[in-house]
Structures are given as C-alpha cells and as structure tokens.
C-alpha cells in the first residue's frame, strides 16, 4: 500500500490562522472532487473558524473516561475505517487522553499515513522539541505538549503561515483568538510585541534551514556542485596562525551584510600530521567562531587550495576568505604559485576575499620613504648592469663592421635606459660609464685603447653619457613621485578606514588607537591622559622600542615596537591631532551633559516652586478660613455651619498633609534615600485597603485577583501608595458609566498587577512623560494636585524591584502595568 503524504501547517503562535487555512483548503480540495474528512479540529470558540467546518464531513471523535470525566479525542479506528483521501487533524502535538490508542496525536497520524490516508495538520513553534528551551526563554512559558524533530521534517510539505505580530495583537485585541476576560492578559504576557517577532523569526529560520537542507539533497542527488546563491554562506580559511582572528571578523563581517549569513570555518590537515599548528590556536579560533555565530570544521587533504574549494562548493558557499600569503616573492619565484592563486583559479563562481593581516605585514601598512627604489631594486639594476654589459658587447663585436658605430651607440643608450628603469640613478650611471669605457675600448679607432683620435667621436662619448644620467635621473624622480603618490593615497585610506569605523558603531578612539597600530605595523599603541592608560590596542613586548607623541596638552600617545621615520611621525602627528580634538569634544559633551542634568534640576525645582505657591495654597487658604470663622467670636455660628467648616478645615489639612508627603517623598528618591523594607507580601492584602482608603466598591471597580496566587517580595506600604495612585487615576480619567477592572496574575517568575480603564488614554509618544514629576497631561485644572503620584509610584515599584509600564487597553483607554518578583525562599529580604 502506497504511504500517504503529510502536509504540515507551521504557525508561530496561536492565532495566526493555522486551522483556519487548514480549513479553508480542505473546502478547496473538497470543491476538486477530493474525498476529504475533518477527522479533529478544535475551534477554541472560534466562530471564523467554527463557520469553515460547515460544508464538510465530520468523523465523529471517540469519548475517552478519564478519572470519572469524558474527554474527546479522534476515532483514530473510525477515521481508517473511512478511509478517505485526505484527512484534516489538527494539533499535531497534542497529547491524547489514557486510554487512547496512541499517547500523542503525531503517532495516530502516523497510522494514518501508513493506512495510505494524505494527512494536512497543524503545529506551532513552541511544539518542537528542539526549540522548546528556547520558547520558554522568550515567553517565559513552560510548554508541556512536544513533538519531535524528525517527525516534523519527514513531512512531505511545511508550509509557514505568517502574520505580522502586531497584526496579530490586533486580531487579539478585537476578540478573533481568546474571549474577552483573557485579552488583557495575553498581551501582557505571551503576545507581547517583543516575544511575537522573536517567535516569528525562529519559525521563518526553522523552515529556512529545513529548505536548505532539502536543497543540499537535491543538489548531491543532482550531482549539481556549482554555486547557488539562495542565502550568503562564508568559508574561512584557517592555518591556526595568529591572523586567524582577523579572518573569523572579516568573514562574520561578510556574513552579517545578508539577512540570514552563515559562517563556516574549515582548517585542513594533512594526512601525515607531519604539518604541525598550534593547538591551543585552533581551540582559541573554535570558540571565536562559535562566539561569532558559526561552525568550524577539520578537514583531512595534502592539496590544501584542492581541500578549501572542494569544501566550499561542497557547503554551497558563497564567499571564501583566506589570508594573505607569509612567504616573500623569493620564496614564491622559487616555489611557484601559492595557495590563494591556486583557490582564485579554481574556485569558479565563488567569491574569494585575500584578507592581509599583521604576519603579512599590517592590514593597513604604510610604504616607507627610505629611498625612491628599493634597495632589491638597485641591486637588480646594477646585476643587470654587469650581466648585460659583457653579453652586449659579445654580441655587438661579433656583428660589428665599418658602418655600424651608431648602431652600437644605441645599442648601448638602450642599455642603460633599461638599467636606469630597473635599478634607478646610481645602477644607470654605472652602466653608462661603463658601457662608454666599453664602446671606446672596443668599437671607436683607435682600438682597444682608451684614447679617442677624432673630437667628434669625444663629443659623442660625451653626449652619450649625459643623455644616460638624464634619463637615470628621470626614471628615478618618477618612481619617487609614484613612492609619495602611494604613500599619500595609504595615508588617505588610514583616514577613512578610521572614518568607516567610526560610522559603523566603532568608538573614534578606538578606531584610531587600532589602525594606528596596524598601519605602522607596531606591536602596541596606548593613549595616556595624566597616568591612566585609557585606550590601548595590542601588548608591547620586552624590548620594544618606544615613541612618545604629545596629544596636545594632556594627554601622549606611546607607540612600541620599532622606530618612525620622520615621514611617518608626521602622519602621526596629524593622528595625534584628530584624537586631541576627539578629547577635547568628548570633555565638552561631558560638560553640556553636566549642564543638562542642573537644567533639569533647575526646571523641576521651578516647578516645585510654582506649585507649592499654587497648589499648596488653595488647601492652606480653605484651612486658615475654616479656623478663622470657627475662633471668631463676633459672629453667631449654628451647629451645622459648624461641622461644615471643621469638615473642610479636616478635608484641607489632610489635602495639605498628602502633598507635603508626596513633596518629602520625590525628594527622597531624587536623593536616593527612600526607605523600602523588602519582605514576603501578599498583593490580596495590599489591594483591599487600597480599595478602602479610596472608599471605592463593587460598583466602581472589577476585581480579578487570580488563584493561588505568589507572594511578592515588595514594600506592603509602598505598594498600598502605588496601587492608590494608580486606581485614582484610573477613576478619575475613566469614561462615564465604565467600570475600572484590577487583575492580577503570574508571567515568568513575576506577579502583574493591571489597572485598566477605558477612558481616552494617552498617545504612545507621550506615556513616559506622565511618570515624571509636575505632569498633568491634559489636564489644566490644578486643583488636582502637583502631578506626583506617577513619578511616585515609578520610584516606589523600582526601589522594590519592579517596573511600571502603560499599554493601550483592547478597545480603548489606559492599562498601568506593575510587575514585582515573585518571592521565594532564600530571597533578600531587608527591613
């Protein structure tokens, strides 16, 4: 019997609309002719949902009695019994009640397959055992149903059903995927924007690797090996040198362009052992790879640029980073081409990236102007001078006749034209005196002498050697213009390398300090101010050579490995000079930051006066006349104006007492003074006198106080004040008729305490102003008071421990979010 196919639905969180398009496309098939059967399908109450199921055929589910209670679970009998073309079960990892056929509904699907039945179905993220670590250190959910791996991959067709995460929050928000009692919480908690995305993007990187996994099968089924670029895949070449590390940067740099880059680094031995790397190397570069994100690999093979690209094409790389080669152009005249010309001629449609790092002379390594030429150069030209010079002559005697003086000449002229390219002025003024002595002695009469009979013959001589210095001297000038043209274009490429990495996140200081050293090829730079090192790239060894550069007036820089020649201590000065300014800058940020903080002093301590002249004196004023007309004794006062007055003298002074309170406590926490005294605290016994001493009922507020709820370690007082500030406000601000709702629940090893209200709620850009001091946003009454009570309860629920946020609540108004740890023994208690 043919096995069936599986088509599997991947969603990354609930709601994303899985059953739905299960749904959706069995109705389609069905509408094809297809024999197609909903075999299980749980709506969650649904109705989107729930209305897709009309129209097809329901296999009717198998009740299950377990410990006294009848659970539904698919006729897994029934439905083979039926045996239809394509079944529709959803939830593949559910786990099935004792006493069913299978322990988990994977395992019934399995049977269903094996029965020739094409199986679609449904699973989200959080269900693979793989990932099912990773799930809970997102959503700090615990996830109790799992399916595995290799279940999931032998799938014929994984397909991801997608949803934008805050269109998803809104589908929730609008009451598509959880009733209404249970929207606030779910945002809050496991459908936070944050945990969407993060859950979104390891459902998409799960699938990715899956496909390529399938497209590796493919392409070794194919025999298919050269490059296909469907995502950047970077090789690096390691030798276990210490330009390893270089090469691992610039190849996660590479990978990093591309969403979704993979680094693979590959070190390949020969099969005798009998080349040796350093151990300790490679196991310092592995966990650098592994820090970087990527993997490396040991290959065996004695054709090393042979093993690099067979490896390369054998991952489906697409950029292969190796290092420079160490060996001079003497080794390599000698010794033929090198591993990167050999990997560059066979790597085919891979890119390939030679990455010069310090062993090969500095990334950055300045040319020196010790000379026009090199001293390799001048002794090539003067070689040439004297290997040449003979053969000329040999040549030239054995064809000479009467008539072929100037041919001689030029011959000659050439000669030293040669050598003056090859070896400069001094090379090419030995040649010419040399080649004139030559061409007197053996071609101008008399011969074999030195003398010279005509004086048109002298005066030839002489031209000629004036014409070979001319030309030695020209020769000479441009490769001294072409040493300063690239010298200054080095220099340049210092500058913006510095500039690049600055503008890429690097610290300007940094970036000088670093390419610093790498451009003078110097074993250490550090930055001094006073006696502190602030800044240094490398370590200096023993016997370092030292330079000391002033940075303006406070500060050197101490550069250690060789000695500058006076070209390059200019380009240091000018470096000196930018990380001067750089100083300068960053002391003049400190300062305006400095200022900044005494501004703000200064505005809220305006403030502070203003509303202690306003808003302390309404209840001050009402109190002293309250008194007054009670002490007057020229006025006859009946016993209800009486009361009324001492009313308003006792609602005044206690007015008056919350501010000053409210005053002594934001002083307090700007000091860093407040006293908190942490112990184990019930948030139950908290929120009931909150509700009392606000004098607010059934009528005013919801309570949903959640089951066994945890203690909270927190401050029982400051908690009382924080939740009274926040249910005032909430009343306040609420919209007429609407009743404020008080919930509570567990999320990741911290209690939340919600106040929602449905009044007009505040815009997102502006919810952190209102937990600042002196803020009434929207509001220009001021008899309301200073605007303290949400900087206070900000204060007071970090100094416990906790954090305070505003969110929008579902269908209009604020929700003020407390959260405070969950207290367990052990815990820091302080009194």
């Known amino acids: 019997m043919k096995r069936g196919r599986l088509r599997v639905l991947l969603g990354a969180a609930p709601g994303v609309g899985k059953t739905y398009t299960m749904l959706e496309e069995g109705k389609r098939l069905f509408d094809e002719g297809k024999d197609v059967v909903v075999a299980v399908v749980e709506t969650h109450g649904r109705a989107g949902t729930a209305a897709m199921v009309h129209g097809l055929e329901i296999v009717p589910r198998e009740v299950v009695a377990h410990r006294g209670v009848d659970l539904n679970e698919m006729d897994l009998n029934a439905v083979i019994e039926r045996n239809p073309e394509i079944a529709l079960v959803d939830e593949l990892a559910h786990t099935n009640a004792p006493g069913a056929v299978h322990e988990k509904r994977w395992q019934d699907v399995e049977a269903l397959l094996d029965a020739g039945i094409d199986v679609m179905s449904t699973v989200n993220i959080q269900h693979i055992e793989s990932l099912n670590d990773v799930v809970k250190q997102i959503t700090g959910a615990p996830q109790r149903e799992s399916i595995p791996d290799a279940v999931l ?76 670029e469907a995502r950047e895949r970077v090789v690096v070449a390691l030798t276990g040198g210490h330009e390893g590390d270089t090469l691992l940067r610039r190849g996660a740099r590479i990978a990093a362009r591309s969403s979704g880059g993979e680094l693979l680094a590959v070190h390949v031995a020969r099969q005798d052992g009998l080349r040796g790397t350093d151990p300790h190397a490679i196991a310092r570069q592995r966990a650098l790879v592994e820090k970087l994100g990527g993997t490396l690999n ?45 990997v560059i001629r066979e790597s085919g449609d891979i890119d390939v990236h030679i990455v010069t790092h310090s062993a090969a002379g500095g990334r950055l390594a300045l040319p020196r102007l010790t000379g026009s030429l090199t001293m390799a150069r001048r002794i090539t030209g003067l070689l040439f001078a004297v290997v040449g010079g003979p053969l000329l002559t ?37 040649a010419a005196v040399l080649s004139g002595i030559t061409l007197d002695f053996f071609f101008v009469e008399p011969l074999h002498t030195i003398t010279v009979d ?47 990495n600055v503008l890429r996140g690097e610290s300007a200081l940094d970036a000088f300090v670093n390419r610093t050293r790498e451009a003078f090829n110097l074993s250490c730079v550090r930055l001094v101010v006073g006696d502190t ?72 301590r305006s403030a502070l006066l203003s509303a202690v002249g306003h808003d302390l004196r309404r209840p001050l004023a009402a109190a ?94 400051l908690l009382q004040r924080v939740i009274v500030n926040l249910l005032a406000n909430a009343t ?56 303290l009570g949400l900087a206070l309860s900000k204060g007071f629920t970090e100094g416990m421990g906790g954090t305070i946020e505003a969110e929008d609540t579902p269908g209009g108004g604020l929700t003020m979010v407390v959260e405070l740890p969950v207290y367990r023994p052990g815990m820091a208690e302080s009194s």
């Not at 003086?405 to 090419?428: K, N, T």
């Not at 001319?470 to 490769?479: N, T």
């Not at 007429?736 to 997102?764: C, K, Y």
């Open 533 to 604: 090192v602030i800044n240094f790239a490398g370590e200096a060894a023993r016997g370092d050579q030292q330079t000391t550069v002033p940075v303006g007036d406070r500060a050197f820089l101490n550069l250690f490995g060789r000695n500058l020649a006076a070209s390059e201590r200019r380009l240091v000065v000018v470096i000196a000079a930018q990380i001067d300014a750089m100083l300068e800058h960053s002391s003049l940020s400190e300062t305006a930051n400095e200022v900044g903080s005494l501004a703000e002093s200064d505005r809220v």
């Open 153 to 228: 991959r032998s799938a014929d067709q994984i397909e991801v059903i997608d949803l934008a995460p805050q269109a998803l929050r809104d589908r929730l928000t609008a009451g598509r995927v959880y009733p209404a009692e249970r929207i606030d919480a779910a945002l809050s908690n496991y459908f936070r924007l944050g945990n969407l995305t993060a859950l979104r993007e390891l459902a998409l990187l799960w699938l990715a690797d899956e496909v390529d996994s399938e497209l590796k099968s493919y392409r070794a089924e194919k025999g298919i090996d050269s490059k296909w």
């Open 298 to 342: 040991e290959i065996i093979g004695d054709d090393v640029p042979r093993a690099l690209v067979d490896f390369a094409k054998s991952v489906n790389a697409t950029q292969l980073v190796i290092g420079v080669s160490r060996r001079s152009r003497l080794q390599a005249a000698l010794s033929g081409p090198g591993i990167g010309a050999t």
């Open 394 to 430: 040999w040549l030239l005697a054995t064809l000479r006749s009467s008539d072929s003086l100037i041919s001689d000449v030029l011959s000659y002229q050439f000669l030293v034209v040669v050598v003056a390219l090859i070896g400069g002025i001094w090379p090419a003024l030995f």
């Open 454 to 500: 005509k004086p048109l013959h002298m005066l030839a001589l002489v031209l000629y050697v004036v014409n070979a210095i001319l030309v030695s001297y020209v020769v000479d000038q441009a490769a001294r213009r072409f040493r300063f043209a690239q010298r200054a274009s080095a220099e340049s490429e210092l500058l913006l390398s510095i500039a690049g």
């Open 732 to 787: 306040e601000f609420a919209s007429e008729g609407s009743q404020v709702r008080l919930a509570t629940s567990t999320f990741n090893e911290m209690v939340q305490i919600r106040v929602i209200d449905h009044g007009s709620g505040i815009a997102p850009e502006r919810r952190e102003e209102v937990f600042a001091p002196f803020q009434r946003l929207g509001d220009n009454d001021n008899t309301t008071g200073l605007g």
């Open 624 to 717: 002293t006349a309250a008194v007054t007309g009670l002490r007057a004794t020229d006025i006859s006062i009946s016993e209800p104006d009486r009361q009324e007055l001492l009313a308003t003298a006792d609602e005044s002074l206690g007015t008056l007492s919350t501010l000053v309170t409210n005053l002594l406590d934001v002083s307090r926490l700007q000091a860093g003074v407040l006293a908190i005294s942490l112990q184990p605290t019930e948030t139950e016994d908290v929120i009931i006198p909150s509700l009392d001493e606000l004098g607010l009922g059934p009528d005013d507020v919801e309570l949903d106080i959640a089951k066994d709820l945890p203690p909270v370690l927190a401050d029982a007082g």
